[in-house]
């Protein structure tokens, strides 16, 4: 049975919604005036440990970041 069902315009332009959040939630950040701006921009960074796995035992974590730079 076929769905007559609208699409999801940012499905139908082949994006995932991560890809559709994070293309708007850029937009709003530079869209807003200072102080805030700045303050949007540095909650953007993300940091976060990578733990790679030997013999099953987990090896020294090591801390990343990842920023839109």
Same mark, same amino acid.
């Given at each position: 049975?076929?769905?007559?069902?609208?699409?999801?315009?940012?499905?139908?332009?082949?994006?995932?919604?991560? %890809?559709?959040?994070?293309?708007?939630?850029?937009?709003?950040?530079?869209?807003?005036?200072? &102080?805030? +701006?700045?303050?949007?921009? %540095?909650?953007?960074?993300v940091h976060f440990s990578v733990t790679k796995w030997a013999d099953?035992? &987990?090896? +020294?974590?090591?801390?990343? %970041?990842?920023?839109?730079?």
């Amino acid at each position: 049975m076929a769905s007559n069902a609208a699409v999801p315009f940012w499905r139908a332009a082949g994006m995932t919604y991560i %890809t559709y959040s994070n293309i708007c939630a850029n937009l709003v950040r530079n869209c807003l005036k200072e &102080p805030y +701006k700045t303050e949007a921009l %540095t909650r953007e960074k993300v940091h976060f440990s990578v733990t790679k796995w030997a013999d099953g035992k &987990p090896q +020294k974590p090591t801390l990343r %970041t990842d920023t839109t730079e």
